[in-house]
């Protein structure tokens, strides 16, 4: 049948009013929520995202964007919970060491092609791969993939990697241990799958709007470095007719009270609260400004490589300085956005921990003070002989405003003096790599809802344990942990071994402090680890 | 002429090179490099990404083959930082932002400034002469980063006239406050530099001789003065305009422009080197260019200088 350009377009039209249902003017299927006309939203980024290659990005507004473009076996609901994704279910053997994922067949590339198996072990593979060089290939080691350390390492080829593609829509992967929470790992952006003709054909350009194919609720149709980046529905995903929002653009605003004044304004839906300001704005816009727990967590680390400073090789001093900081002015004087005092590494509300009840905790801040005076006279600090140590952090108005408190504290209730020195970030993680410090500061948002995402930094052959703290029993412990089905005893007595060792002083776990425009619903305020679905978001009418 | 022309061009070979250079080592010795993370790389990785950028080979090397890149292909290399995206990439994406509110910026300060200038010279101890030695003190005194977020709180959020931020392709909503932020303290040294220019032309011998001579006030400014009174003026303005047409960081930061000033500092946070080298050679050449067409504005701005 010959087609003229009039039946054409009316034909397109058809499918496109077919394909994705006007949402718009109409309501919400779920919740009968009238939406409004122009389902659009606009956040600010602070600083330009590093890529959204699902292998290559590392940062989180990478990342966010990377979880609207690409999607990878399982999702999160609002609460965090696991929903399918390009996954229907999985099973496990009974040792758990090898996960069958059955996958959807309905699923899509933003070109048509269809997503499969082996896309996944494409995505794998190349996380691995060191030819890929992907700043988070460590994660694919943490998941345990069969052969992981040995592709990394560049002993193996990557297709000796234990992830297989048994047929289209199941995809097999073998660990080397006994993973309870291996299904929960995949909701991370470097598990997504990648489209390998793609990859093939345009190398490190492959990543450009003009380029990109990608299998999530939304494709990247724009993107001017530093400025801005625009993404729209995918007509092409599996789901798109329960997508509400039509259009997301992130805008590059470094100035975080420009990007406030622009919120205010009503250039954007979405900005983040400068520190100090949230109690003010709650105050005038109490449906606009909130303040969620988020998964991650500040902190100070002693070096205990033998490098620094030697009296912080006496225990009562790391102890006493941990006791007199009052955890309570940090978080209600200086950050007043609803931080949470930290006693314990882990942040209380990662899934399936118990904070355990560690002393310090318990104890009102004059008793911290009273019981870090007498450690340090017994330490034999005082007056006539003050303690004196460098306290390193990066550059950041933030953390020069902690530092500065923490170190009046030290000061006016252990007569302690501490130098502060800051360095901007590359040169402040070559210092602290290298353990040239004495103590620093660190922070680390978990890669995923468990409490081992954070206590695996006190590991002592972590690449990320910079104060070097080594505890044969905690490497133990850790160790049982991967494997354990009941971890909650484990952590407890790694958290009462940081809690009588203080390698480090915890000082308060995150919270994220945003606007949002009222009329935006569906936002994940429940999910700790903060994965927001743009797919689950939409615009009521007002 | 030409001959001074093609002379100044030849040195500016070896002064880009010794920029080159020096830029190359002092960012060697800087602390950490380009692919220092918090959770440091698997060596068998970082050996791989070193290897196919050639950050594995010895530094002459390396210099070596950027040099040759550039002058062959005209590459400046690839960004460590942004993967999809070469020099080149970021160089033709935000320098014409730049140079669009960097040009605007600088014709508005010049054209503002040295008739504030003239103004106030002319009027010298009167009102006027006052007014406008306040204003340019005034701007001179309200650095950019001030004046960027007020001019957002007053323009966007209290009046609703023009958006906070962005580029859109440059459309003239996006390029006011960026260009009133830029220009302000340029024209107010552009005025102050006039007006003082200006009144020392005006006490000069062949002023009085004009006066005398009973011409009227408006030529004796227009023909015999404002000529003379702008050579420190361009010497002011060739400096001032590579420092607006190669950005702000200030600007590029507060107004979200997406502009090259800010790709600058953040490629020497990043230790993105190539980035770093290739923007610092488009700063050298511009630099370079723009000094030599100063000196060639004053050979016709004063008969006496002949090159």
Redesign the interface.
Known sequence: MKMTSKTLVGALLATTLIASPLYAAGTHPSTGEALADNQSFTYRLL??H??V?PQ?V?DTSGADIVRDLFEGLYNQDADGNLVPGVALSHTTNDAKDVYTFSLRDNAKWSNGDAVTAGDFVYGWRRLLD??T???Y??FGELMSIEGASAV???EADPSTLGVTAVDDHTLEVKLTASLPYFALMTTHGSTFPTHQATVEAHG?????PENIVSNGAYVLTEH?????SVRVRNSMYWDNDNTILETITS?????E??AL??Y??G?LDKTDVPAGQYPKLNAEYPDQAHSNPRLCNYYYTFNMSGNGNPAFDDVRVREALSLAVDRSVITDAVLQGGQFQAYTFTPGLTAGFVTPDVPSASMTQAERDAKAMELMAEAGYGADNPLKFDMLYNTSEGHKKIAIAMSQMWKQKLGAEAVLANQ????F???R?NQDFELARGAWCGDYNEASTFLDLLDSGS??NDGKFNSARVDELLTMAKTSSDTQPLYTEIEQIIATEIPVIPVYHYTRVMMLQEDVKGWPFENIEQNVYSKDLYVVAE | MLNYVIRRLLVAVPTLLILIIICFYLMQT????P???????????????EA?YGLDQPHYKQLYNYVVGIVTQFDFG?SY?????SVND?IS??FPVTLTYGFISFVVATIVGVSLGVIAAIRHNTALDYIAVGATFSAQALPNFVM??IL??VF??KL?LL?????NGGQWQYLVMPVIALSTSFFASVARITRSSMLEVLNSNFIRTARAKGLPETTIIWRHALKPTLMPVVSYLGPAFVGMITGSVVI???F????IG??YV?SA???DYAVMLGLTILYGGLTVLFNLLTDLLYAWLDPKIRY
């Open positions: 600083d330009e590093s890529s290659d290559i590392e060191p030819a060089a992907s700043p290939a460590w990394l390492a560049g490190d350009q492959w990543t450009k001017v470095p530093s400025e801005r805008l590059v605003i470094n100035d009270n420009v004044t622009r205010l304004a250039e901007e970030w590359k040169t993680l070559e210092t790599g690449g990320y | 800087a602390p950490g490099g692919f220092t993370s918090e959770r440091p790389l698997p060596p068998q990785v970082l050996a791989n990404i196919k690839p930082q942004y993967k999809d995206r970021i994406q935000g960027a977020p957002i709180y966007t959020l609703g958006p906070g931020g962005g580029w590029d930061i507060y979200s422009t997406g502009g800010r790709f953040n946070l990043n230790r």
